[in-house]
């Protein structure tokens, strides 16, 4: 059987377009079908106000050539959704990938045939490309939830999604707004939308726990600093469970008196950023110490919003750093601004959108645009809105029906030759995506390679494999206060999904050991045919 490529590539993010360059390079062909007219995939959708990353941008930024990491050049701490997307416009130049690149393209179906031992993918123009391999980089926070509340096609203005923003922008001057949802898309959209809009009211389910970014314009001699020591910084990221160079405070919080834990704990604070939960080692294991970083996080807030029934209402109850921890420019004062409404749902949810707002809680709020920062079906929703088939015609959404399975959050049993980036199972989400991309993506290459050399034709995993290794997944997740939560992590934002604590929560040094391992055993896990 003939193949029009070697592999077909889902998606033309940055999963996508490394994994390109990388097949390329070691002789194989490819081609990237993108829904989008352009490459950036997560930074290509969301360009709400405010959207920015939340890790720093010289750790969020591909490592794998020294010259791209020398040339290029990030202007703030965290750099925002434009300056994101126009390094990805930047990498796809300077490594000639769009010529590989279907664009406004989307995957509808992947069946694998036995007989021929291939993928037939088929588009939504028509067509079917058929390829040894599948590899799909569709991202985990890609498939936008709508929330399912009644009356939502009543609304007569202007409906907004965070994760699908108009490529136009929206200007709300001079608008009145409804926004659903306190996330962290919502935290980061939300203090720009209330400077531009006449009134903004914001329907707050839960409360999220968020930290100053402290954002600022990088200082030229950090960044010559930073590129003269490159290779050091990455190397000390990877021995970090979340990939990123920032320092893990090995003290227990419980164990550490009360003046001196503050102390670390307004260092950080002062500093900004998701490295706040590395104040102490144990915040996610144990709950006590756990309170006492949430305890010091809800002080701020009371020391920030004036009104103390609206500081009562942004106060999170739950455990912090068990939803995805929110980093922030001035979220909690934007409470303060007198065109700024907090309504508080988290006892009746909103019972139905109307022509012209919503109702809740027996009330009528009325407003031109309406925003829905309503986050994603995360890890399994963009791969499970496409018909995948593996061996004996099974859809993987069936395979799936109790929660994802996978052998190293890459390869499911059943379906050979498919490789998922960043699936459930792998570190993902828990981690800074470029270097988890990079690793996967390496893995995948040298492994076609491998294959290759070996005159092997389909790669599979092994039921205990698989089996072994979901139960890795699970038993870490036990251990941390971070699967007992109703997040997007365990699915718990999407009506019916399963309850499954989906990403390796086990550390990017153990899970590129847990590879490394694999690879040295000869592809230990896997059937090869
Ligand atoms: P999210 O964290 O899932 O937040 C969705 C929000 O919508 C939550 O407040 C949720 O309330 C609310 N919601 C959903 N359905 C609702 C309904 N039917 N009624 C009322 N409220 C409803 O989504 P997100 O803010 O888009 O963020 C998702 C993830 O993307 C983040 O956790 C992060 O990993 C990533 N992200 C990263 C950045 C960054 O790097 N800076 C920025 C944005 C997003 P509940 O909490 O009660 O479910």
């Not at 500081?311 to 001035?330: F, H, M, Q, S, Y």
């Amino acid at each position: 059987m003939s193949t029009d490529f070697d592999a077909v590539i889902v998606g033309a993010g940055f999963g996508g377009m490394y994994m390109l360059h990388r097949l390329r390079q070691k002789g194989f062909t490819a081609r990237v079908i993108e829904a989008g007219k352009g490459v950036g995939g997560t930074w290509y959708w969301n360009r709400y106000p405010g959207a920015r990353c939340d890790v720093e941008s010289v750790q969020y930024s591909y490592q794998f050539s020294a010259e791209l990491e020398q040339e290029w050049e990030w202007t703030e701490r965290y750099a925002t959704q434009p300056e994101i997307l126009r390094y990805a416009n930047h990498v796809a130049d300077r490594f000639d990938l769009r010529r590989d690149i279907q664009f406004e393209t989307r995957i509808t179906a992947a069946t694998f045939d036995e007989a021929a031992n291939v993928w037939r993918v088929k588009t939504d123009k028509g067509d079917t490309v058929v390829a040894r391999f599948v590899i799909t980089a569709m991202g985990c926070l890609s498939s936008p939830n709508t929330p399912r509340i009644e009356g939502l096609a009543d609304f007569k203005g202007p409906t907004y999604h965070t994760g699908n923003w108009p490529h136009e922008g929206v200007d709300f001057t001079g608008k009145t707004v409804g926004v659903i949802g306190t996330g962290s898309s919502a935290i980061q959209s939300i203090p720009i939308m209330a400077q531009q809009a006449k009134h903004l009211t914001v329907f707050q389910r839960t409360a999220n726990y968020t930290v100053p970014a402290h954002n600022k314009p990088l200082d030229p001699a950090y960044v010559a600093k930073v590129k003269a020591h490159y290779p050091e910084m990455r190397k000390r990221a990877k021995t970090k469970p979340a990939g990123i160079d920032f320092v893990i405070n090995m003290a227990s919080a419980i164990e550490t008196p009360e003046a001196e834990r503050r102390r670390l704990f307004e260092e950080r604070w002062a500093y900004g950023g998701l490295g706040f939960m590395a104040s102490f080692s144990d915040l996610l294991l144990n709950d006590e110490s756990n309170k006492i970083a949430a305890d010091f996080v809800r002080s701020k807030i009371h020391e920030v919003v004036k009104d103390p029934k609206t500081a009562e209402i942004l106060t999170p109850k739950n455990i912090i750093g068990c939803k995805r921890l929110c980093v922030d420019t001035g979220y909690w004062e934007t409470f303060n601004r007198p065109n700024v409404t907090l309504v508080d749902i988290s006892d009746e949810p909103i019972e139905r959108i109307t022509a012209s707002g919503l109702r809740a809680k027996g009330q009528d709020y009325a407003f031109d645009c309406l925003v829905l920062a309503t986050g994603f079906d995360a890890m399994t929703g963009a791969l499970l809105k496409v018909d995948i088939r593996g061996r004996g015609g099974v859809a993987l959404k069936d395979k799936w029906r109790e929660g994802p399975k996978s052998y190293l959050g890459l390869t499911v049993v059943g379906f050979p030759n498919l490789f998922t980036i960043t699936g459930p199972g792998s570190p993902s989400v828990l981690t800074n995506m470029l270097p988890s991309i990079e690793q996967h993506v390496d893995f995948i290459a040298d492994c076609l390679e491998a294959l290759r050399a070996k005159g092997v034709n389909v790669i599979e995993p092994v039921d205990e494999a698989q089996e072994a290794w979901v139960g890795q997944v699970g038993g870490f997740a036990n251990i941390t206060l971070r699967s007992t939560c109703s997040s997007w992590y365990v699915g718990a934002n999407i009506p019916g999904k399963p309850r499954v604590f989906m990403p390796y929560i086990g550390g990017l040094p153990a899970y590129i050991a847990a590879c490394e391992t694999v690879v040295k055993n000869d592809y230990e896990g896997f059937a090869l045919a």
